[in-house]
């Protein structure tokens, strides 16, 4: 459990960037430290805001599990990457970022170092993904100079949604390379926020599937335009 | 969508048999249908119950619909009960069948022709499951007499949970084998019932790993005793 301020009526958003750049040291220093534990094989880092997510206690926090064996949706998606790696010797999360920033359609916020931009085949209305732009498996060898940029990108992109949604609840997940390192080339840390707009139902549980009523360039362009 | 009574105010727990024999007569004449439109890889059958897991639609109803592709869901259980055929040279289902029969410790109702158990590991509190003792890959083979038999125990079962956990929201989903054939020895259809206890959060979206706080054998016990 990682707590994200001593103030129990604030929400993440409500922080400032300079609490958000603490928050994010915290999640590298217990990443860093658990990695020595030769137990575990992943860390996770995950939020849950609002009760309807799977939040139980109201104060703002996050959390951090590491466990044992990389979990089985890590698995997927190193496997799916390794796959494309081996078809075209190039990371797919590289270059997806190149060309979402060339196509500009499904682009959020940008810094320096990470852009925040709607997935081309998301499963969620508004689900919004943060990634470095530079090509980094694990998200603990994130540089002292990157941590206010993706303090800012983090909020604004947080804020954009929270403003454009009303607050809705919603989970955020930091995707990292698992504990060994042989993912280097072809993985890629991100994090995916998914805010609880719909429900998971008989069809999502019966087929893996996901039924979305919202085009990615539509929200792209809400998210975008909205004032905050 | 397949309307299960005509009267608005009553839940599938509220009809007779005679009605919930009906329904699976429907689930059976559309399967046997849609399987000769050679555009369609899978009949996913499933029902919501209650707002909150998902049933946008007051009125009693449950879901057909016909993919184009193997959902990912069913190729991953298709493709586990195939690695433990290849190993084994006997259906997973039916060994656990056996197994759970002789134990005796998640097992809720039987008959002549159906088991409804607890999972040895499930992913929800009070997950339950329904299969057909005999090896039967496709649930749309099922035989005009054990269709009381499927009607008695899906009501039962869902009677039990429904006053154990005072009518909670559920999700079930009709696992079967995929249009084409060549599943016949390893596969063997069943339902599985999810009642909607427990948020699926942070945690189970990073890992596709489920907490689940009630063993399966506490489940069963108290499903077992209660009265309906």
Redesign the interface.
């Given at each position: 459990m990682i707590i994200e301020t001593p103030d129990h009526d604030s929400d993440l958003v409500d922080l400032d960037v300079k609490q958000v750049e603490g928050l994010i040291w915290a999640y590298r220093a217990r990443a860093i430290d658990l990695k020595k534990d030769p137990r575990f094989r992943y860390i996770?880092i995950?939020?849950?805001q609002g009760e309807?997510?799977?939040?139980s206690l109201e104060h703002s926090h996050s959390?951090l599990?590491a466990?044992p064996i990389v979990?089985?949706?890590?698995m997927?998606e190193v496997e799916g990457a390794g796959k494309y790696y081996e078809y075209k010797e190039r990371c797919i999360f590289c270059d997806a970022i190149k060309q979402e920033i060339a196509d500009d359609e499904r682009v959020i916020v940008q810094n320096d170092a990470f852009v925040s931009l709607e997935p081309f085949a998301p499963r969620f209305p508004f689900e919004t993904w943060i990634l470095p732009k530079k090509h980094l498996p694990a998200f603990e060898t994130i540089k002292k100079d990157e941590i206010p940029l993706l303090a800012s990108i983090l909020l604004e992109t947080l804020r954009r949604l929270a403003k454009a949604l009303s607050n809705p609840p919603y989970?955020?997940?930091?995707?990292t390379s698992p504990v060994d390192d042989g993912y280097a080339d072809e993985y890629h840390w991100h994090i995916?926020i998914?805010p609880k707009l719909t429900?998971?139902?008989?069809?999502e549980?019966?087929?893996?599937?996901y039924i979305n009523p919202t085009t990615p360039e539509d929200a792209a362009a809400y998210l975008k335009e909205i004032e905050i």
């Open positions: 996770l995950f939020k849950n309807s997510a799977g939040a959390q599990i466990t979990p089985k949706r890590v997927e989970n955020y997940v930091l995707h995916e998914m429900r998971v139902a008989g069809f549980w019966g087929t893996g599937f």
